[in-house]
């Protein structure tokens, strides 16, 4: 793997023995691009225990008949919501007997693409993913909570899929808004230690993070292995990374892409190596 062009960091939570889905697909056309992709997530992925998993499982039958006549809309809080339900195969059938009744919402573009192939993959629903709510500014919970509410149907059940750490701010704002919502934390991170870097004959990394809380660990790890911050650039799709640099690394180099898709990662990288005279 050549490092002609830089240094790649992926950052996004991943689940154990498994790169991310962005990391993989980066990894994927490193060649092409001659850049380094290194997969060091500082955050897990696990499923919650059975019991909290049969419980999550309970509540929604408690709260709701299989053959009621109402939406029932599918709310994914995190990026990571999508891969977790592909893997918490109970949920799946929940869902798929309910096929009719669903609507879908995520918090960004990208979470929408992986919700539309995991529910296509496991049989839940065929659709598009612009067919899903998604927030104009991606990661913005007030932007999205406002378009669920404004389009908030009668008796309609919201189910949020979300970490079970999690201080349920879409639930909860939601629940104001008069909207009948589970909140449904089947899935946790654990926080792990950044991978050591490789060496490497390019000087400049790129760091891809979209999440705007995990900025500041992520410098952390940079500084223990002495990287020099004039040599990073951080890449995102969420301006809210931008403002936490800014807090922490007045001076860092933050780059915002459209969307955090490889290609398009890999395109403004290029871009900024060999800009259009």
Not at 33 to 49: A, C, F, G, R, T
Not at 235 to 254: D, E, N, T, Y
């Amino acid at each position: 793997m050549s490092d002609k062009n830089g240094n790649v960091i992926v950052t996004s939570p991943a689940w154990e023995g498994r790169d991310s889905q962005i990391g993989a697909s980066l990894a994927h056309l490193a060649d092409k691009y001659l850049i380094q992709v290194v997969q060091s997530p500082i955050m897990q992925l696990e499923l919650v225990n059975d019991a909290i998993r049969r419980a999550v499982l309970r509540e929604l039958a408690e709260w709701d008949e299989v053959r009621a006549d109402y939406t029932v809309t599918v709310v994914c809080s995190t990026p990571e919501a999508p891969d977790a339900l592909e893997q918490f195969d109970e949920l799946c059938l929940a869902l798929r007997l309910r096929e009719d009744r669903l609507k879908f919402a995520a918090i960004d573009r990208e979470t929408a693409i992986s919700l539309s192939e995991v529910c296509h993959l496991k049989g839940i629903s065929k659709f598009h993913y612009t067919s899903v709510m998604t927030p104009e500014t991606p990661g913005s919970f007030r932007e999205l909570t406002d378009l669920i509410a404004k389009w908030e149907e009668e008796r309609e059940l919201c189910l949020i899929f979300e970490p079970a750490e999690s201080a349920g701010l879409i639930a909860k704002t939601l629940i104001g808004d008069g909207l009948r919502t589970i909140r449904m934390g089947f899935y946790k991170y654990r926080p792990i230690r950044m991978a050591n870097l490789p060496p490497a004959d390019n000087p400049t990394w790129w760091v891809i993070v979209n999440d705007a809380a995990a900025v500041p660990e992520i410098a952390r790890g940079l500084k223990r292995q002495n990287m020099k911050f004039s040599n990073v650039r951080w890449i995102s799709s969420r301006p809210s990374v931008g403002s936490a640099l800014k807090k922490i690394l007045p001076k860092s180099q933050f780059v915002e892409v459209s969307e955090l898709r490889p290609d398009v990662i890999l395109e403004k990288i290029k871009d900024h190596i060999n800009p259009a005279l």
